[in-house]
């Protein structure tokens, strides 16, 4: 049981680049999430999943899309990547909706720098 | 205002030593509240949920001030290991989604 796993741990991009931030859980759980964390900020939401084939804009949605095709995966994709997107992003999921006190999982995180 | 404020800290502070952090929350609707750790290049995780009336798990006690709109973490006898960020964080009654506060630093001495 591995939890939250994401891929790749660490990347460089130059500004202008592409790329997909993959989250995988095999917990079973229905929700899903994408958060960017930057210094002297809390966590901020990008993109949420309350299931499989369904996608919802958090708080900072701008620059980023995302997709869930299989429940287990997560995708987060940046199409033109800009400095300010140079943050550690987490992803989390949970059983069921947070009303219900449920608990997010997170996985180790994803640090990128866009030069 | 941001919608939940810490103190970022850092508290240094020696073991042994009882510590307290508040955070304050801005929306005075909101119903659920929750304390996560952090540690250096790492996930969060959930440290502890916080109830209207208050709740104590082993040396950590989280209590919550509805009327001044915050909440507190008591950790007592701390350890080395205590050594985090400490993450305050608030449900939006709107829509169901997680505020987090920038968190505190916590570094024990020996």
């Known amino acids: 049981n591995a939890g939250v796993t994401q891929t790749p741990k660490f990347r460089v991009l130059k500004t202008g680049q592409s790329m997909t931030l993959l989250c995988a859980q095999d917990?079973?759980?229905?929700?899903m999430y994408w958060y960017r964390q930057d210094p002297g900020m809390g966590l901020r939401l990008i993109h949420y999943s309350v299931g499989e084939g369904t996608t919802a804009k958090g708080e900072v949605p701008d620059g980023y899309n995302v997709s869930r095709l299989k429940k287990q995966n997560f995708l987060l994709g940046l199409e033109s990547a800009a400095p300010s997107q140079t943050s550690v992003y987490f992803c989390a999921s949970s059983y069921s909706d947070l009303r219900w006190q449920e608990t997010q999982y997170f996985g180790p995180g994803t640090r990128l720098l866009v030069l | 205002r941001k919608e939940v404020e810490q103190d970022p800290g850092p508290f240094n502070v020696p073991e042994g030593a009882t510590v307290a952090f508040n955070c304050t929350y801005s929306n005075s609707a909101s119903q659920s509240f929750f304390w996560y750790r952090q540690d250096c290049r790492k996930e969060p995780k959930l440290l502890m949920s916080v109830y209207s009336s208050g709740n104590e798990d082993g040396r950590f006690t989280a209590q919550l001030n509805r009327a001044s709109q915050y909440i507190s973490l008591l950790i007592r006898d701390s350890k080395l290991s205590d050594s985090a960020t400490y993450l305050c964080v608030v449900l939006m009654d709107s829509n169901y989604q997680l505020i987090w506060g920038a968190g505190t630093k916590l570094i024990i001495k020996p």
């Open positions: 917990m079973n759980h229905e929700y």
